[in-house]
């Protein structure tokens, strides 16, 4: 792994846009457009969000270039090296940097989870930050654990759910109400013609797929599964072509869409319910929504039907705390080439306990692009859309990640935590 140690810098990058008309039946033109958008947007507000929401220019980088990088504050004094990122295991999201260093807390070089939002990045140096005085770190003790974790590799299985925890009680209730006594039960059986990842309106990411039924009018039905990190992270999560069972209830919203209890293919099937509609996903023995993605680098990879080769790096982009790509070395008896990385798109993979399947075939994985050698130079969509085109994908949503200050912003969450318990105490009481 490449190491790092550079100056840090608060920075921030404006990317202005602007343009002219050549006449005035064009001005015209472009007002009416203008004006017609604007409504548009009035009558969309979800859609005004995501788009003032997206990732004006990529910032890319290779994990292996990341990991050792040194973290410093606006004093350019140093606070550690980057040791790692926690990721959600669905999206590629990242919740957590892994900082490593002697000096915080006076803990001797252990690693300590930090939110990702609490970083600054600098586009221009492409560096990361954090906004810390030597006070403020001494009084971190104020801050909540689930925001400041302290890593010990004997017990680091617990502290990754504890890390994601909130993301499954987040998601348990999405569509349980569904479920009373006179809901339409149906069992849904016939072939798997997409997979689709998608946002709800509070970010999660959740799975469906479109399954063209065995019934005699040979309808596509869409049946909504259920988180990704949760679905995509099953051993038998749903792979296109698969002939599948599903047990569902209509949502009743006259859509066609189904909410899945269970899914079955293969001769194998995965809990997502119970049959009151409570998600399997919350119970403490589920797979884990956190991944450290040092677990990832150097994990064994297959595709559809092979077996043969590894997961070698990854691509970060910045500015949004994403991993798109995973790095994939085949071996050569499985494709026939050399010794070269392939991008594969993360929307394309599913990470399992030990294992990373790639949703793709032989023909599909030797047509994939190889990795540049400068990645830095992949800043816009239509960059990095050709790796995503042999897979029929769709580009990754950058959207920025608003930052916050970690001692006053999370400390002013803790004390408000702590006042919602004291209150759901005494109602409790």
Same mark, same amino acid.
């Given at each position: 792994?490449?190491?790092?140690?550079?100056?840090? @810098?608060?920075?921030?990058?404006?990317?202005?846009?602007?343009?002219?008309?050549?006449?005035?039946?064009?001005?015209?033109?472009?007002?009416?457009?203008?004006?017609?958008?604007?409504?548009?947007?009035?009558?969309?507000?979800?859609?005004?969000?995501?788009?003032?929401?997206?990732?004006?220019?990529?910032?890319?980088?290779?994990?292996?270039?990341?990991?050792? %990088?040194?973290?410093?504050?606006?004093?350019?004094?140093?606070?550690?090296? $980057?040791?790692?990122?926690?990721?959600?295991?669905?999206?590629?999201?990242?919740?957590?940097?892994?900082?490593?260093?002697?000096?915080?807390?006076?803990?001797?070089?252990?690693?300590?989870?930090?939110?990702?939002?609490?970083?600054?990045?600098?586009?221009?140096? @492409?560096?990361?930050?954090?906004?810390?005085?030597?006070?403020?770190?001494?009084?971190?003790?104020?801050?909540?654990? !689930?925001?400041?974790?302290?890593?010990?590799?004997?017990?680091?299985?617990?502290?990754?759910?504890?890390?994601?925890?909130?993301?499954?009680?987040?998601?348990?209730? *999405?569509?349980?109400?569904?479920?009373? *006594?006179?809901?339409?039960?149906?069992?849904?059986?016939?072939?798997?013609?997409?997979?689709?990842?998608?946002?709800?309106?509070?970010?999660?990411?959740?799975?469906?797929?479109?399954?063209?039924?065995?019934?005699?009018?040979?309808?596509?039905?869409?049946?909504?599964?259920?988180?990704?990190?949760?679905? %995509?992270?099953?051993?038998?999560?749903?792979?296109?072509?698969?002939?599948?069972?599903?047990?569902?209830?209509?949502?009743? !919203?006259?859509?066609?869409?189904?909410?899945?209890?269970?899914?079955?293919?293969?001769?194998?099937?995965?809990?997502?319910?119970?049959?009151?509609?409570?998600?399997?996903?919350?119970?403490?023995?589920?797979?884990?929504?956190?991944?450290?993605?040092?677990?990832? $680098?150097?994990?064994?990879?297959?595709?559809?039907?092979?077996?043969?080769g590894e997961i070698q790096d990854a691509l970060v982009e910045a500015n949004s705390g994403m991993?798109?790509?995973?790095?994939?070395?085949?071996?050569?008896?499985?494709?026939?080439?050399?010794?070269?990385?392939?991008?594969?798109?993360?929307?394309?993979?599913?990470?399992?306990?030990?294992?990373?399947?790639?949703?793709?075939?032989?023909?599909?994985?030797?047509?994939?692009?190889?990795?540049?050698?400068?990645?830095?130079?992949?800043?816009?969509?239509?960059?990095?859309?050709?790796?995503?085109?042999?897979?029929?994908?769709?580009?990754?949503?950058?959207?920025?990640?608003?930052?916050?200050?970690?001692?006053?912003?999370?400390?002013?969450?803790?004390?408000? *935590?702590?006042?919602?318990?004291?209150?759901?105490?005494?109602?409790?009481?």
């Amino acid at each position: 792994m490449n190491m790092c140690r550079n100056t840090v @810098r608060n920075a921030s990058m404006i990317v202005l846009a602007a343009g002219f008309a050549t006449s005035a039946l064009a001005q015209n033109n472009t007002r009416d457009e203008r004006n017609q958008d604007r409504r548009q947007m009035a009558s969309q507000p979800e859609q005004r969000q995501a788009q003032s929401k997206q990732v004006a220019s990529l910032s890319m980088h290779r994990a292996s270039d990341l990991i050792g %990088m040194d973290i410093k504050n606006s004093s350019d004094d140093s606070l550690g090296s $980057l040791n790692d990122l926690i990721v959600d295991r669905g999206s590629g999201k990242i919740s957590h940097v892994v900082v490593k260093s002697g000096a915080i807390l006076g803990l001797g070089g252990e690693r300590v989870a930090i939110p990702y939002e609490v970083f600054s990045y600098d586009p221009i140096d @492409r560096e990361f930050s954090l906004g810390m005085t030597s006070d403020e770190l001494d009084n971190v003790s104020e801050v909540t654990p !689930n925001d400041w974790i302290v890593l010990n590799s004997g017990d680091l299985e617990s502290q990754l759910r504890s890390i994601g925890k909130s993301t499954r009680m987040h998601a348990q209730d *999405k569509y349980s109400n569904m479920f009373g *006594k006179d809901a339409n039960r149906e069992t849904i059986e016939g072939r798997v013609t997409g997979v689709n990842r998608w946002n709800d309106n509070d970010g999660s990411e959740y799975i469906s797929v479109e399954i063209q039924s065995n019934d005699a009018d040979g309808k596509t039905k869409t049946v909504i599964l259920g988180p990704s990190w949760y679905v %995509m992270g099953n051993e038998n999560a749903p792979v296109q072509s698969h002939n599948a069972t599903i047990n569902a209830v209509s949502t009743g !919203n006259g859509d066609g869409k189904y909410v899945a209890t269970g899914y079955g293919a293969d001769g194998k099937e995965f809990k997502i319910r119970n049959s009151d509609g409570t998600p399997s996903w919350d119970n403490p023995e589920a797979t884990g929504s956190s991944i450290l993605l040092s677990d990832l $680098l150097g994990r064994d990879a297959n595709a559809r039907t092979e077996k043969g080769g590894e997961i070698q790096d990854a691509l970060v982009e910045a500015n949004s705390g994403m991993i798109p790509v995973l790095l994939f070395d085949p071996n050569e008896n499985v494709l026939g080439l050399g010794d070269e990385l392939h991008c594969v798109p993360w929307s394309e993979t599913y990470v399992w306990e030990d294992v990373v399947s790639i949703d793709a075939d032989l023909d599909t994985l030797a047509a994939c692009q190889t990795s540049p050698e400068d990645v830095d130079q992949l800043t816009t969509t239509d960059s990095i859309e050709h790796i995503y085109r042999p897979f029929g994908a769709e580009v990754t949503k950058f959207n920025t990640r608003e930052h916050r200050q970690w001692y006053k912003d999370l400390r002013n969450d803790q004390q408000e *935590k702590n006042r919602e318990n004291t209150r759901d105490s005494k109602r409790g009481g």
